[in-house]
Structures are given as structure tokens and as C-alpha cells.
């Protein structure tokens, strides 16, 4: 199973950036999707989630800025990013919580986390 991130890049301030992530393998299902940053210097933080039923959160920093989405039958989920502020800049980071199956038929939540994209906003 692996998560691959897309879309990162440099926009001015005020741009706006979308961010994808697809999950591939042999997946059963997956629970919760998201988005976290880390920028220079500073510890990784919750960007925005979602469930697989649609429940949303978000960091209090990107509210009404950034929104989140997901398509369950292709194990995608994106970031649209939209009034890019300088303090956005940071590597982002696609996480999941994906269950797998074993050949007994057992099944068990994992946490995936894919290669961070870089995003920088500046002018």
C-alpha cells in the first residue's frame, strides 16, 4: 500500500493550489483521509480530515480557505487551497488510515503516510 501526493508547487499570495493523493495496493477500505504540514522549524500539524462518511475538519489557520474532499470508489482524496498566505508555505503531507485484509480474512487499520509536496508561497 502506498499513498502518492501531486500538486504542490510556488504560487503567489493570494493563489490558490489544489493537492491530490491516491492510495494504492491491496486496500479493503479506508477510514479517515488527510492533509498535514510541516513547515521549517516546526512540528507536523492537522491540515484538514475527512471520514469516509463526509465528516470534515480543519485546522482553525485554513478555515474557509482550504477544503477537503475525497472519492471513496477511487481512494483519492484532495486539498483545493484557495487565499494562499506566506505562512502556508510548508511540506505537505497525505495521510491515511487504510484497512487491510490478511489472507485469514482478518482485518486491521493501518496508518499510511505519503511522501510530503512541497508548497511555497511567496511572492
Known amino acids: 500500500v502506498q499513498l502518492q501526493a501531486s500538486g504542490g508547487g510556488l504560487v503567489q499570495p493570494g493563489g490558490s493550489l489544489r493537492l491530490s493523493c491516491a492510495a494504492s495496493g491491496s486496500i479493503f477500505s479506508i477510514n479517515r483521509m488527510g492533509w498535514y504540514r510541516q513547515g521549517p522549524g516546526t512540528q507536523r500539524d492537522l491540515v484538514a480530515r475527512i471520514t469516509r462518511g463526509g465528516i470534515m475538519n480543519y485546522a482553525d489557520s485554513v478555515k474557509g480557505r482550504f477544503t477537503i474532499s475525497r472519492d471513496n470508489a477511487k481512494n483519492t482524496v484532495s486539498l483545493q487551497m484557495n487565499s494562499l498566505r506566506p505562512e502556508d508555505t510548508a511540506v505537505y503531507f497525505c495521510?491515511?488510515?487504510?484497512?487491510?485484509?490478511?489472507?485469514?480474512?482478518?482485518?486491521?487499520?493501518?496508518?499510511?503516510w505519503g511522501e510530503g509536496t512541497l508548497v511555497t508561497v511567496s511572492s
Open positions: 495521510n491515511a488510515a487504510i484497512i487491510i485484509e490478511d489472507g485469514l480474512g482478518l482485518r486491521r487499520e493501518y496508518d499510511y
